[in-house]
């Protein structure tokens, strides 16, 4: 029998914090601790153990972000999930925080055990980074002093869209990715970023122009596949449901796109 995981739940908000409480218990085998008071989630974290923690940033008492930084300090392993106020972005503040996953409302409630379990199942330096066959650019990647982060910041962006997968991509190769499909999967979607690709930069070279940027989206049927590059032949791509709209899809993979840009390229003239 796997062991009972157990989940807190930091939400001023009552009647919303109990209906997901209420789910929570009826849907699954998590024990849960719902809590209305950042201090009182903090005093509960220092005499229990917990595996995730839920916390709305919209806390009437206190600094959700400043919360979560309590607990972890508190429960180095614990996993983060943070309910954004608005938009579905995170505040500056929130960026040294390993977050394990952003919960934007509204949401589907039936969706949220199987987001829970993907979660869980992360270590805290969440979601691996691969490192085979890293692209060698003309500028520096600075990939393996940001692994952490890197991880950190395409996982956020795959939990905000409810992506399939969220990949970083060089050539034909697959940098790193996270999301529900296999290395195969992540792979395959790899080739086709590429060749789009490769198409604009011939299409761009047959009008006599430079191509200054590659942006992309291609209905897979089951979901859209939204591609950005980010410097050079490095791309970020998202594989999403199709009923996503495109602005929300852009905006915050533009978002994501430039904290890769700060954390992945180092100029040669710096």
């Known amino acids: 029998m796997s062991e009972r995981r157990n989940i807190l739940i930091v939400d001023s908000d009552v009647a919303f914090s109990t209906l997901l409480q209420d789910y929570l218990e009826r849907f699954t085998s998590y024990s849960i601790v719902c809590l209305r008071q950042g201090p009182a989630a903090v005093r509960a974290a220092a005499t229990r153990e917990f595996d995730l923690a839920i916390i709305d940033l919209g806390l009437y008492d206190e600094d959700g972000v400043d919360i979560a930084r309590q607990l972890r300090q508190l429960q180095p392993d614990i996993r983060l999930i943070l309910v954004p106020l608005e938009d579905g972005l995170l505040p500056p503040d929130a960026a040294g925080l390993d977050v394990q996953g952003v919960l934007s409302k509204p949401f589907f409630l039936p969706d949220l055990p199987g987001r829970l379990a993907e979660v869980l199942a992360l270590p805290v330096k969440s979601l691996p980074l691969r490192s085979?066959?890293?692209?060698?650019?003309?500028?520096?990647?600075?990939?393996?002093?940001?692994?952490?982060?890197?991880?950190?910041?395409?996982?956020?962006?795959?939990?905000?869209?409810?992506?399939?997968?969220?990949?970083?991509?060089?050539?034909?190769?697959?940098?790193?990715?996270?999301?529900?499909?296999?290395?195969?999967?992540?792979?395959?979607?790899?080739?086709?970023?590429?060749?789009?690709?490769?198409?604009?930069?011939?299409?761009?070279?047959?009008?006599?122009?430079?191509?200054?940027?590659?942006e992309q989206s291609l209905d897979g049927g089951e979901y859209?596949?939204?591609?950005?590059?980010?410097?050079?032949?490095?791309?970020?791509?998202?594989?999403?449901?199709?009923n996503m709209p495109l602005g929300i899809i852009r905006h915050r993979a533009k978002k994501t796109a430039k904290a890769l840009t700060s954390l992945l390229v180092k100029e040669m003239y710096d």
């Open 224 to 242: 859209l596949l939204y591609s950005l590059a980010i410097h050079g032949n490095l791309i970020l791509s998202a594989a999403v449901p199709p």
């Open 132 to 214: 085979d066959n890293l692209p060698q650019p003309r500028e520096q990647l600075a990939l393996d002093a940001n692994s952490i982060e890197v991880s950190r910041t395409i996982g956020m962006l795959s939990m905000e869209l409810n992506a399939d997968a969220v990949l970083l991509t060089a050539d034909d190769r697959s940098v790193a990715h996270v999301g529900r499909l296999s290395d195969d999967e992540a792979g395959t979607l790899a080739h086709a970023v590429a060749d789009g690709w490769r198409t604009s930069v011939h299409v761009a070279e047959i009008l006599g122009r430079e191509m200054l940027k590659f």
